[in-house]
Structure formats: structure tokens, C-alpha cells
């Protein structure tokens, strides 16, 4: 007859009870998180469904929230030869940096960012990338994304200034950016859809990263917390074995 004995001792019970705990508790966690990039991503998804909004128009300074992630339009003319670089910008595990001009708003007084897209880092840092001018009046498409746009401080000064029609940021800062160009700007950039230069990618993306790690992260955790219980059982309980005489 086999029989089992208990060898759960108050302490082995305590820590077990802790770390198991805290591993469901961290899967939980991340499942809410999961959760929470869905619902901030469909609501992008519903402000793209939305109809186009016209900046020339509507430029939401009273309310950037109503503007930002939805589709627009706007009509004006780009900064001749005053173009900026965002540097260590990531995209696709590739280091390079993006490209941005200042496009002048048609009959609002309102200057805005337009990102132009992403270029990978050129050999040597000192290299001027080269940034097609456009001139004429145009009509222009993308996506209206908040300011700050992240970026990694190295130290010192924020703004570089390469030649007489490009500056390198490290990261983009309003105030700075009104200065240095003398102008009134929007709080949030547009991203252009479609771009308007074949060199340069766009790197567009939801406003959070997609969820589908979270659920990898939270099947690990439980997974944890699974190996624990057994091997808390398996320490615990011995069986011994009788033979009937």
C-alpha cells in the first residue's frame, strides 16, 4: 500500500506562498498592460477612421488632442533650405536619424514640423545627408503626432549646428524650436503620408508598441509560478512505500 507523507514546513510554506503570489500577480500585470495598449491603439485606429482634418482650417491649438493621430491636410510652403536633424532614431534595429523641415501654414501664421522621413546613419558622422529643397506652394497629407518626439541626450548643448541649412537635435524641444527658427509652431509634427522623397523611409508607428509581448511576458510568468507549485509539491511530499505482509 503506498501511502504519503507532508513535509511542509512554516517557513518552506511562507516563502512559497510569497513568490507564488508575486509571479501570478506579475502575470496579471501584464495582461492588464496588454490590455491597456489595445484600447490606446483601437483608439488610434478610430481617430484614423475619422474624416481628414484641414489645418489651414482646424489646427487645434486650443485643443491639440482633437488634431492628434488623425489624418489631415494642409496647404503651404517648406522652410527653403532650413532643415533639421533628429539624431538616434531607431528603426528596425538600425541606427539613423530622421529628417524634419518646417512647412509655413497658408493664411494662419502657424509654422509646423514635417518629418520627411527616416535615412540610416551615413559612414562617417561628419556627412552632410543630402535634403532635396522644395519651393513651390504645395498641398501636403500625413499623420499629426504630439511634440516631444524621443530622443537620447548625450550631453551638452541640444542643438548642433552643421552649415548654413541644417541643424542636428538630439531631441526636440518647442521652446527651443520657436527660437531657433523665429517662428510660431504648432505643438505636434506631421508625419507625411505620402513622402514626398524616395531616400527616406517612413517610420510611422501606433503611439504604443504592440501588445503581443505582454502576453508572451504574462505566459512566462504563469509559466513560473506553474514550475514553483510542482516543485513545491514535489520537495513536500515523500511517499512511502509499504508491503502488506
Known sequence: MHKYRFNFTIPLTLAFLVTFSVLIRLGFWQLDRADQKKEINQDYKLRQSKDVVNLNIHNGIDNPDSVLWRKVSLKGSFYKEKNLIIDNQI????????????????????????????????????????INDVDEV????????KITVPGIDLGGGNIEIINSSLARFQKINLDEINDFYQADFLPYMIYLNPLLDNEYISNFKLPVPDSEKNYGYAFQWFAFAFTLLIIFIRIGITRNDKSKK
Do not use: C
Open 138 to 145: 504645395k498641398d501636403i497629407f500625413g499623420y499629426a503626432i
Open 91 to 130: 528603426y528596425r534595429s538600425k541606427a539613423g536619424f530622421n529628417i524634419l523641415t518646417p512647412f509655413k501654414i497658408e493664411g494662419t501664421g502657424k509654422t509646423i514640423l514635417v518629418n520627411r522621413g527616416w535615412h540610416i546613419n551615413l559612414i562617417n558622422r561628419e556627412q552632410v545627408p543630402l
